[in-house]
């Protein structure tokens, strides 16, 4: 069957026709014939996201991205998806922009939720956003970057005061310090030497010190447990007693019972005794100087005398005193 020229043309437009809507299908990831849910996710900032871009859940591709286009006059941009029935999760579940790599790649993927309640064509799903690495990065070292800024200032001025206050001679005696401490660390160096070298030629004496050192430390301990063993304790226990006992008796003296005790604290006591004695001592000295007056023997029937008292009578005397 031979066709005309316009059937062939026709035919030709025809499939040109069909080329072009294969083709674009092609080209927006997006099929004719299938039967997948067109979504949509509202963004403040997509990040850079593109049409054609996988949609994803649990790491396995369920859709592609369609079109990014603002949804108002605000700058939202509404994003349009389309994911196929093969898992059917809720419509409360949530879409979230991530980055695909280290190279700034934008990337969608769902984070289902099975709640009963089945998503529908053109449902809009709540989104999320995971900040990329650069983000992250930004907002740790920022604060760290800003503190290092502000410590550098400071040091530059901590290091303009010392240069107003180092003027030439500070900064002399300065140098001289400097060099006067590696002198010293030189010094140190050779003592340390010298040290070792004193060290490991008395190796052999020191260690007899200490191995006597050790007999020593056992001696003490066997005169401790000997000790220990005659008695010592019990005897510091009795001593211990009495102590108190006599802190005991101190106590009774300071509060003036018993005998001592009155003699520390009655004052009229003291007194009487003081005096008592005072006159004991009268007593015995006119009795030395005067026995007259006291012991009168007549031998042979004599007739007593009586008794004048001396004008240097040491009774008086005393008692002048």
Same mark, same amino acid.
């Given at each position: 069957?031979?066709?005309?020229?316009?059937?062939?043309?026709?035919?030709?437009?025809?499939?040109?026709?069909?080329?072009?809507?294969?083709?674009?299908?092609?080209?927006?990831?997006?099929?004719?014939?299938?039967?997948?849910?067109?979504?949509?996710?509202?963004?403040?900032?997509?990040?850079?996201?593109?049409?054609?871009?996988?949609?994803?859940?649990?790491?396995?591709?369920?859709?592609?991205?369609?079109?990014?286009?603002?949804?108002?006059?605000?700058?939202?941009?509404?994003?349009?998806?389309?994911?196929?029935?093969?898992?059917?999760?809720?419509?409360?579940?949530?879409?979230?922009?991530?980055?695909?790599?280290?190279?700034?790649?934008?990337?969608?993927?769902?984070?289902?939720?099975?709640?009963?309640?089945?998503?529908?064509?053109?449902?809009?799903?709540?989104?999320?956003?995971?900040?990329?690495?650069?983000?992250?990065?930004?907002?740790?070292?920022?604060?760290?970057?800003?503190?290092?800024?502000?410590?550098?200032?400071?040091?530059?001025?901590?290091?303009?005061?010392?240069?107003?206050?180092?003027?030439?001679?500070?900064?002399?005696?300065?140098?001289?310090?400097?060099?006067?401490?590696?002198? %010293?660390?030189?010094? #140190?160096?050779? *003592?340390?030497?010298? &040290? $070792?070298? +004193? =060290?490991?030629?008395?190796?052999?004496?020191?260690?007899?010190?200490?191995?006597?050192?050790?007999?020593?430390?056992?001696?003490?301990?066997?005169?401790?447990?000997?000790?220990?063993?005659?008695?010592?304790?019990?005897?510091?226990?009795?001593?211990?007693?009495?102590?108190?006992?006599?802190?005991?008796?101190?106590?009774?003296?300071?509060?003036?019972?018993?005998?001592?005790?009155?003699?520390?604290?009655?004052?009229? %006591?003291?007194?009487? #005794?003081?005096? *008592?004695?005072?006159? &004991? $001592?009268? +007593? =015995?000295?006119?009795?030395?100087?005067?026995?007259?007056?006291?012991?009168?023997?007549?031998?042979?029937?004599?007739?007593?005398?009586?008794?004048?008292?001396?004008?240097?009578?040491?009774?008086?005397?005393?008692?002048?005193?």
């Amino acid at each position: 069957m031979k066709l005309s020229r316009e059937i062939k043309t026709g035919l030709i437009v025809i499939m040109g026709t069909l080329c072009v809507i294969f083709g674009y299908s092609f080209l927006k990831s997006t099929s004719l014939f299938d039967d997948d849910l067109t979504l949509y996710a509202v963004y403040k900032d997509v990040g850079g996201l593109q049409a054609g871009t996988t949609v994803s859940i649990n790491g396995k591709k369920v859709g592609t991205v369609n079109s990014i286009k603002f949804k108002d006059a605000s700058g939202n941009l509404l994003v349009t998806f389309s994911v196929n029935q093969d898992l059917l999760f809720s419509k409360n579940s949530t879409v979230e922009l991530y980055d695909t790599g280290l190279i700034g790649g934008k990337g969608l993927r769902i984070n289902p939720i099975f709640d009963g309640v089945t998503i529908a064509n053109k449902d809009t799903l709540k989104t999320t956003t995971k900040a990329s690495l650069s983000e992250v990065a930004d907002q740790k070292l920022s604060p760290i970057l800003e503190k290092f800024e502000s410590a550098l200032t400071d040091a530059d001025s901590v290091m303009l005061n010392v240069n107003e206050v180092l003027d030439t001679k500070a900064k002399k005696d300065l140098r001289k310090s400097i060099s006067d401490l590696s002198l %010293l660390m030189n010094d #140190l160096k050779g *003592a340390g030497s010298t &040290l $070792n070298t +004193l =060290l490991k030629n008395n190796d052999e004496k020191l260690s007899n010190s200490l191995a006597n050192f050790e007999k020593l430390t056992a001696n003490f301990a066997n005169l401790s447990d000997s000790l220990n063993n005659a008695g010592l304790g019990r005897t510091l226990s009795n001593l211990e007693s009495t102590m108190a006992s006599l802190n005991n008796i101190m106590s009774k003296i300071d509060r003036g019972d018993g005998t001592m005790g009155k003699l520390m604290k009655d004052e009229a %006591l003291y007194t009487n #005794l003081n005096n *008592a004695s005072r006159e &004991l $001592n009268l +007593l =015995l000295q006119d009795f030395r100087l005067n026995p007259k007056r006291y012991v009168n023997v007549s031998v042979f029937g004599k007739k007593q005398t009586a008794y004048e008292v001396p004008e240097n009578d040491p009774a008086k005397i005393i008692e002048n005193k």
